[in-house]
């Protein structure tokens, strides 16, 4: 017999053939493989077959011993990938304009990594409809293809499907596909074909991608236990259930990688044309990648259309849907195939959070929309989370732009009005109710919830319901614009009363002008001049030190002096006094400021309002500061801080907490005017200290730019640049003025030569700005009551 040397597997197998003068059809009867079978090995149109095949074969051609070893060699030789990739590569066809994910592909490229020394490696990628797992999984697998030479194969499980495949089926697809012999399969029959895949994927490095499964039951048979493959599933479901699973949850894109891709769609010319047009329609598509491909090729096939006619088109949110639609590719019909895979219960409740005003949701308030207790809401939210309907974090739940509009859609399709309705009303009016016992515990008065009140909330802390109000602030803010169109004014103003003395814990929200106007609105038409009185002064508060409107606050606190005198009460007046000495101070008229502030001292001394005598004995202080008379402003300051020590618990601790910060950060601005560093370092930093223990990010954000304008004034420039790094890392939760500033002096301080100019007195006289005359001015009356 002819040496065959380093000859494949198939031309070895068909020269064995003929020098046994047998024809394939007399090989296959005589090793029980199928004719095809040994044609397609011939052929090199199958992978080298097992040993078992081999084996058959060998037993066919009668041969010895030698010659059976050198056909087994030669299997061996074609399953090494250093002999050539025989492989299986069954990938449908890849995309050319993948944008973005590094983060994901570096992630799973490093797990295929793993897999070639290490057990089989299971990667589940979940996401909500459209956000490209099937793409990511693709466009992964042929970037590590080399790491599995045995086979890289792609089965769609269909798991949106009415009747997907069974596990049977599927198993014999990746047998056949891995070129397992029919008489193999034959002979382990059905019942052993599970034990048979197996063994196949141990025994080979193959790349499986399971898409589109349904849950757990459908993937689990089809994980290998054993050998240096690996299986990336991707499912809509997070596919809890799976053990030993590395998880990769996917969602939109970012904007720029949205940007990108849509670029890479409508070409570069196009994009350049209005990039402003470009990033609405960017996010209008919720940087949803099958949103965006929708988009971007009705835009392909409208080379007439420009990108600023699709956004104004997507901008009508009742057609949005019906316009992402292009050809058989249809967002809203991705949706529906999640959607009607929920249980009535949870479709239900999806319907329902299209209701929700804000972004996001609690498990509390959806229990307000269906009427379950928490712990079912809970169980049906995690329901849509599962199925990839929702999104969680930090245990809230969020619908994205596009899945709010289907649920809305759904719900006017299927939701009668008045139960619609009937929800929307009592999640507004839970949020209300729920506001007043959490504002109430930074009233003087008030403090934690009787123990009575039941609810399904946490507000056992100040903390905790200062983090509530932050939380669902969207919410009850919308709840409110509802119950104010509707006209019902006592619960407008009862619901903002209960939250004037929570505002200055939260100041740069960006609603408090809104709130506050709309009460003060409201306390009109109710014709209480004592509650108008009271809420033109919250009014005027907001003007002035939300928006720097100095001229309006003015005239709003004028109004509010008028109503309070129409009212004969004595702390309204002197608030009405104090925001105009405020308001003045800033607009550089120190004595008519110094006027407004005797007049506050003496109708807070003679009411009795030891909160409003200590505001304006540091307003005092603060105006005397803004003119440049330091030493009296020292005075002042340590005048009000003898009266704080002695007022005591008289004084509401957090309030005494929130002055004793700013009267600290006073002092220490003083004696930066006065160039006494050591003072003003110590001083400062003391009001850093309380207003970060007090989670106060505004008042610290101030305390930190002080201090380190001190320092930097004094020459310490290291440690200015660690004041001003730290105010920066506060992020948006701090003043946006003082973080601005704290930026630009980090930035002058990381690129001049020399330490950037600072004129102490200009620091007390920011008259364009707006600040605390001792912090926000704990102004409201607490003896006014909540209007209810």
């Known amino acids: ?31 029980g493989v199928s004719v095809r079978g040994i044609g397609d090995l011939e052929r090199g149109r199958r ?31 074609g399953r090494n990938p250093r002999h050539g990739a025989v492989g299986v590569r069954a990938f449908p066809r890849g995309i050319t304009d993948f944008v973005g994910r590094k983060v994901e592909l570096a992630h799973l490229a490093a797990l295929a990594g793993r897999a070639a020394v290490m057990h089989p490696v299971v990667v589940a990628v979940s996401g909500p409809p459209g956000a490209g797992k099937t793409t990511l999984a693709l466009h992964a697998a042929r970037g590590f293809a080399e790491h599995f030479p045995d086979g890289q194969l792609m089965l769609d499980l269909r798991g949106l499907d009415d009747s997907p495949p069974d596990t049977a089926e599927l198993m014999l697809r990746v047998l056949k596909a891995l070129g397992v012999a029919d008489r193999d399969l034959a002979k382990a029959g059905p019942q052993g074909h599970p034990e048979l895949y197996r063994q196949v994927l141990a025994e080979r490095r193959c790349l499986l991608v399971l898409d589109n499964a349904r849950d757990e039951s459908q993937v689990r048979p089809l994980l290998p236990g054993a050998g240096a493959g690996m299986v ?8 809890t259930g799976l053990e030993s699973v590395h998880r990769l949850p996917i969602g939109e894109l970012s904007p720029a990688d949205a940007a990108a891709f849509l670029t890479a769609l409508v070409g570069q010319e196009r994009a350049d044309a209005d990039p402003v047009a470009l990033a609405e329609v960017a996010r209008r598509c919720a940087h949803l990648p099958l949103a965006l491909r929708v988009a971007g090729n009705w835009l392909g096939t409208r080379t007439g259309w420009t990108v600023r006619r699709l956004a104004d088109r997507l901008a009508l949110e009742e057609r949005r849907l019906d316009t992402l639609a292009a050809g058989d590719l249809r967002l809203s019909a991705a949706f529906d195939l999640s959607y009607r895979q ?4 949870a479709a239900r409740l999806f319907r329902l959070l299209s209701l929700v005003d804000g972004p ?11 009427g379950q207790p928490l712990f079912d809401a809970e169980d049906t939210l995690e329901e849509l989370v599962e199925t990839g309907l929702l999104g969680t974090d930090r245990d809230r739940y969020r619908l994205h732009d596009l899945l709010r509009l289907f649920a809305r859609s759904r719900l006017h399709a299927e939701e009668p009005s008045e139960n619609s309705e009937a929800a929307r009303s009592t999640l507004h009016r839970w949020l209300l109710e729920t506001a007043v016992v959490a504002g109430r515990w930074y009233e003087p008065d008030h403090g934690a919830p009787p123990a009575t009140w039941q609810a399904t909330v946490d507000l056992s802390t100040v903390e905790l319901a200062g983090q509530w ?27 903002t009363e209960a939250l004037h003395w929570f505002s200055d814990q939260w100041v740069f929200w960006g609603h408090w002008p809104e709130v506050f106007r709309t009460a003060a609105h409201c306390a009109q038409a109710l014709g209480d001049p004592l509650l108008e009185a009271t809420h033109l002064n919250y009014h005027a508060w907001a003007l002035l030190l939300c928006e720097g409107r100095h001229h309006d606050s003015l005239a709003r606190a004028a109004q509010a002096l008028a109503a309070a005198q129409r009212a004969d009460h004595l702390p309204q007046q002197g608030w009405a006094h104090f925001y105009s000495a405020w308001a003045l101070g800033l607009l550089g008229d120190h004595a008519a400021a110094a006027d407004h502030n005797h007049e ?19 307003s005092t202080a603060y105006n005397l500061l803004l003119a440049d008379r330091h030493e009296e402003s020292l005075a002042e300051d340590l ?29 220490g601005r003083s004696h930066t005017c006065l160039k006494n560093w050591p003072e003003a370092a110590d001083h400062l930093r003391a009001a850093v200290n309380l207003g970060r223990n007090s989670g106060n990010k505004g008042l610290e954000s101030r305390a930190l730019t002080r201090l380190g304008d001190a320092l930097l004034a004094a020459g310490h420039r290291d440690e200015a640049r660690d004041a001003f790094t730290r105010c920066v890392s506060l992020g948006t939760a701090a003043d946006p003025s003082h973080l601005t500033e704290a930026r630009e002096r980090l930035s002058a301080l990381g690129t001049l030569g020399a330490p950037p100019r600072t004129v102490p007195g200009s620091i007390a006289r920011r008259a364009t700005g707006t600040e605390y005359p001792s912090g926000p001015p704990e102004p409201r009356d607490p003896s006014a009551g909540s209007g209810g």
Do not use: K, Y
């Not at 003898?642 to 009267?663: T, V, W, Y």
């Open 639 to 667: 005048r009000a801080l003898a009266f704080l020590d002695q007022a005591g618990d008289r004084i509401e601790p957090h309030i005494a907490d929130f002055a004793r910060a700013n009267l600290e950060m006073n002092i």
């Open 232 to 239: 990336v599933i991707t499912s809509r479901r997070m596919l």
């Open 1 to 31: 017999m002819a040496e065959v040397g380093g000859a494949g597997f198939g031309a070895l197998l068909r020269q064995l053939r003929l020098e046994a003068s047998l024809t394939i059809e007399a090989l296959a009867e005589a090793s």
């Open 47 to 77: 992978a080298t077959p097992q040993r078992g095949t081999v084996a058959a074969l060998a037993n066919g051609l009668g041969l010895d011993e030698a010659a059976r070893e050198r056909l087994l060699a030669a299997a061996r030789s």
């Open 600 to 618: 506050s001292a003496l109708l807070f001394e003679a009411a009795g309002d030891l909160h409003g005598t200590l505001q304006a004995m540091t």
């Open 342 to 345: 929920l249980t009535p219960t």
């Open 360 to 370: 996001e949701v609690s498990a509390a308030g959806a229990a307000q929309l269906t």
């Open 469 to 495: 109000l932050q939380d669902e602030g969207d919410n009850w803010l919308a709840a409110l614009r509802a119950a104010a169109t509707a006209g019902d004014h006592t619960t407008v103003v009862e619901v």
